[in-house]
């Protein structure tokens, strides 16, 4: 099968074709500063605004709620370093769970080395956090609860409408990270209930170094970028001006097209899911079997070591990940997968598809063709899973 198999969507996406044509005119004709009066900068700024508002309608929310950012990780930054940081805050505990992404962990983290507290939530043999176990975790010095919306590793889709009730009964600011969810399934910000979102344009086939934060209007947050006074005085920093362009055109493509997409997706997941459970034995899927993204499909492989299939994968022009593509270069297994009860050795064994718009259905067949003879190579060469066959003969 000729050319490149690209399925590692939850890491990046290629830049819509539309979005670059968008985009390469605010690179060389309307350079300008968005900030500056004369025309070529009000342009600019006119721009930004339309961008503006083609984010807050994919999310149900005002225009003047979203914020431009870097990408995910400034938005997860700002949005607990905000609140941690915020005039008058009362308390030092902040909630998050133990399978959050590091943008979310190390924040927290931060904070936890001066002095805060910091709950890591359990999870199920899914993934799932418990809403019952965020209430029990509250205390009079909570100031901030912030989990993902859906896992980058495992897809597993969280229930953040229950657990933003719980919030607001508390009178808690409430973030979820819905970097892997915006431009996949459908996202009203006024029925998830959260104060906070962060977005990243890469995972939506917008451009890379671009983001959101959508801040609910009233949530006090401080600012966490200091200088001149762009984005209302909140963000400062002269304006992206071609990457915002971009995933504002992001925004608008997936908007028009996410229901059919997800649909088309889902039914490729279900067969690459089956297809590999079906055809590889001893091995297992990672996540909620229903409460899943469309386009995720997460298996650990007894036997094989995620490295090395996806190595040979990468051979056969097939680009997966094993774990999380900001974890790659890391011999731990996925804190993940450990935190969803996986044992390690196991764990090490984990692979992650994640499809998008340019897979197939030949595409879905050939890796199911190939994949079992690698597995099959691998555990050859395995003393672990030899001794695991011998004991059940």
């Known amino acids: 099968m000729a050319g490149l198999?690209?399925?590692d969507h939850a890491a990046t996406t290629p830049t819509h074709p539309e979005v670059w044509r968008e985009m390469s005119l605010w690179f060389t004709e309307y350079y300008g500063n968005p900030a500056t009066l004369y025309a070529l900068g009000s342009k600019c700024s006119e721009a930004v605004e339309q961008?503006?508002?083609?984010?807050?309608?994919?999310?149900?929310?005002?225009?003047?709620?979203?914020?431009f950012t870097s990408g995910g990780t400034e938005s997860d930054n700002w949005a607990i370093k905000g609140i941690a940081c915020a005039p008058g805050v009362k308390g030092n505990h902040i909630i998050t769970s133990?399978?959050?992404?590091?943008?979310?962990?190390?924040?927290?983290?931060?904070?936890?080395?001066?002095?805060?507290?910091v709950t890591l939530l359990p999870v199920d043999k899914h993934g799932l956090v418990d809403p019952d176990d965020v209430r029990k975790a509250i205390t009079d010095k909570t100031i901030l609860i912030t989990l993902m919306h859906a896992n980058n590793e495992?897809?597993?889709?969280?229930?953040?409408?229950?657990?933003?009730?719980?919030?607001?009964?508390?009178?808690?600011?409430?973030?979820?990270?819905?970097?892997?969810?915006?431009?996949?399934?459908?996202?009203?910000v006024n029925a998830l209930g959260c104060d906070m979102l962060s977005i990243s344009a890469h995972k939506l086939y917008g451009p890379k170094g671009v983001g959101a934060l959508y801040l609910r209007k009233g949530t006090k947050l401080q600012s966490f970028m200091h200088g001149g006074g762009q984005e209302r005085n909140?963000?400062?920093?002269?304006?992206?001006?071609?990457g915002i362009v971009g995933l504002g055109k992001a925004a608008q493509i997936a908007k028009a097209e996410l229901a059919a997409e997800a649909k088309r997706l889902t039914a490729l997941r279900?067969?690459?899911?089956?297809?590999?459970?079906?055809n590889i034995p001893d091995t297992s899927l990672n996540g909620h079997p229903a409460l899943r993204l469309p386009n995720n499909v997460s298996v650990c492989v007894d036997g094989a070591e995620g490295e090395a299939m996806l190595l040979c994968?990468?051979?056969?022009?097939?680009?997966?990940?094993?774990?999380?593509?900001?974890?790659?270069?890391?011999?731990?297994?996925?804190?993940?997968?450990?935190?969803?009860?996986?044992?390690?050795?196991r764990a090490h064994g984990s692979l992650r598809f994640t499809l998008g718009m340019d897979n197939t259905e030949e595409q879905i067949e050939y890796v199911i063709r190939i994949l079992p003879n690698i597995v099959h190579r691998l555990r050859q060469m395995s003393p672990t899973y030899a001794a695991k066959l011998?004991?059940?003969r």
Not at 51 to 67: F, N, S
Not at 98 to 117: D, M, N, Q, W
Not at 270 to 278: A, H, P, Q, S, T
Request: charge should be negative; charged fraction near 25%.
């Open 5 to 7: 198999i690209y399925m």
């Open 51 to 67: 961008a503006r508002t083609a984010v807050a309608d994919l999310i149900g929310a005002k225009p003047e709620e979203i914020y």
């Open 98 to 117: 133990s399978i959050e992404h590091h943008a979310v962990l190390e924040p927290c983290h931060f904070y936890e080395k001066r002095g805060c507290t």
């Open 154 to 188: 495992v897809g597993t889709i969280e229930p953040i409408e229950v657990i933003s009730k719980i919030a607001k009964e508390r009178g808690i600011p409430f973030h979820t990270d819905a970097v892997q969810t915006v431009g996949k399934i459908s996202i009203d």
């Open 234 to 242: 909140r963000r400062a920093g002269t304006l992206n001006v071609p």
């Open 270 to 278: 279900d067969r690459l899911r089956d297809g590999i459970l079906n």
């Open 313 to 345: 994968l990468d051979l056969n022009r097939v680009s997966v990940s094993s774990g999380s593509a900001c974890t790659t270069g890391s011999l731990e297994p996925s804190h993940v997968l450990l935190a969803m009860g996986i044992p390690a050795e």
């Open 390 to 392: 011998s004991q059940r």
